[in-house]
């Protein structure tokens, strides 16, 4: 076992590293292992708290890693529950009390949780000792629970946890909630930016931005579903594109009203105007802090990307919106990006937001009827758009629908 002395020079490299990750998923998952480090544990999860409900976001589990072939990535289901006494994450997430079972199927008679053992079924796990702590921010708001599972000793059999440990994993918790807290923070700051770009743009950005967010993220559920990949990885992703597909325009705060909100088509001149917006959007994510800053500038930049390579813009410098050294065509414009080039977070916003342009009237435009619509956004697979998603696009047409039906435009004011 580590002594005293190990262990807070672990705590203190830990404190350095976590200054340089800055991304929630990457914090979330080193304080887990970290955590399972210092307690011996073989298995750990996070999850967290939203409303009434606590979300498992995160796990480990070395010993169902360990039956997997090497490269293998551990599946387990999303599930939830309500935070009330009834199951031991929830007790502690209601109560704020740290709960140190030493064997989750022999609990106390008098105590109102019991133990889930569904997980252990369907895994095929046996789980045993159960250390559950709450993590508290600074302000003692509780955001979510830290559950590490069946400390081993030196030979690997399992014991309870020692009380001794507690106030280390205590600190690892409270890490935990002030990162998490502060992905909470971001997010709200970003709602503040959408409305405020609202502000300038009544009549179209709100629910243009809106809808465009919620088809995006119907369409990635899809796609990803369709390709096996993780739930919780299509949970988390999905949460992700939501927002920063809400974001594709942000850069339109840098285009003067003449330009945006001109009436009419507009000139060659204004429309070159107009296309900087992509580059002034992945400038506002300059210093990314999180996956959602980063996708937020694959969005903002490469939205009107084509599959077929002609879209905008291209392959630049976004600082600079300078074509990059080896992509400068004979006009001097750089070339377009083209195919999986192009993120498919982009791919998937380029779909959303012309099927939501041409749906709706704009100064410039009147609306298309749907038939027009789904016509030309089919009839552009592999030009304007990826093929694939298309598709999909088209399948889930119902869907897509009545996202628009609860994001209608508002009347001119
Ligand atoms: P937006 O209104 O959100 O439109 C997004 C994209 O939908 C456009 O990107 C374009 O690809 C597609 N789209 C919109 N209307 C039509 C249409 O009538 N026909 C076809 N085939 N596609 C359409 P784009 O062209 O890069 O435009 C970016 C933004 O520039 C637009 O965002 C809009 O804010 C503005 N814009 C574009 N053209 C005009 C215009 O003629 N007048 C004005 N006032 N604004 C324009
Ligand atoms: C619970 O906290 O009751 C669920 C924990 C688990 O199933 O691992
Ligand atoms: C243009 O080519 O000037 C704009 C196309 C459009 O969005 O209407
Ligand atoms: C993330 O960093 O993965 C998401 C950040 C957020 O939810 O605000
Ligand atoms: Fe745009
Ligand atoms: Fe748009």
Not at 104 to 129: A, G, I, M, R, W
Not at 165 to 183: G, S, T, Y
Not at 199 to 220: C, F, Q, W
Request: glycine residues 4%; negative net charge.
């Amino acid at each position: 076992m580590l002594t005293e002395k190990q262990k807070l020079e672990e705590i203190i490299k830990l404190g350095n590293l976590m200054t340089q990750i800055k991304d929630v998923d990457i914090l979330m998952e080193t304080i887990l292992s970290e955590a399972k480090k210092f307690t011996q544990a073989d298995a750990g999860s996070i999850y967290r708290c939203e409303e009434n409900t606590l979300y498992f976001n995160y796990t480990q589990n070395n010993t169902l890693l360990k039956r997997l072939e090497p490269g293998k990535k551990l599946i387990y289901s999303t599930f939830k529950m309500p935070i009330d006494s009834k199951s031991i994450a929830g007790y502690v997430a209601e109560t704020g009390q740290i709960l140190n079972l030493p064997d989750v199927y022999h609990l106390p008679q008098n105590v109102p949780y019991s133990f889930n053992k569904e997980f252990d079924k369907t895994s095929d796990y046996k789980t045993t000792s159960v250390l559950t702590i709450p993590l508290k921010t600074n302000g003692d708001r509780i955001v979510g629970v830290l559950q590490l599972i069946n400390a081993q000793d030196d030979y690997g059999k399992i014991i309870p946890f020692l009380e001794e440990d507690i106030p280390l994993v205590k600190h690892f918790a409270n890490n935990a909630a002030v990162a998490l807290e502060r992905a909470e923070m971001t997010r709200a700051i970003i709602l503040r930016m959408i409305k405020v770009a609202e502000l300038r743009d009544p009549k179209e950005t709100g629910a243009h931005a809106n809808r465009v967010g919620a088809y995006s993220a119907e369409i990635y559920e899809e796609w990803a579903t369709r390709k096996g990949i993780d739930t919780i990885e299509i949970k988390r992703n999905k949460d992700t594109i939501r927002i920063a597909a809400m974001l594709h325009d942000i850069g339109k705060v840098a285009i003067p009203d003449a330009i945006l909100k001109k009436p009419s088509k507009l000139t060659d001149e204004e429309y070159a105007v107009m296309k900087t917006h992509a580059c002034a959007g992945a400038q506002l994510f300059m210093n990314k802090q999180s996956e959602l800053d980063e996708m937020s500038q694959e969005i903002a930049l490469n939205h009107h990307e084509r599959w077929d390579g002609f879209g905008y813009p291209g392959h630049v410098d976004f600082e600079t919106a300078k074509p990059l050294p080896g992509f400068k065509l004979e006009n001097g414009k750089a070339r377009g990006k083209e195919k999986e080039e192009i993120s498919l977070w982009a791919r998937i916003v380029s779909i959303s937001d012309v099927y939501d342009a041409l749906s709706s009237r704009r100064s410039y435009k009147s609306a298309w009827t749907e038939e027009d619509v789904i016509n030309e956004m089919v009839s552009q697979a592999g030009k304007q758009f990826d093929p694939e998603l298309i598709d999909i696009f088209v399948d889930i047409i119902d869907v897509l629908r009545s996202v628009r039906q609860k994001y209608p435009d508002e009347e001119a004011l």
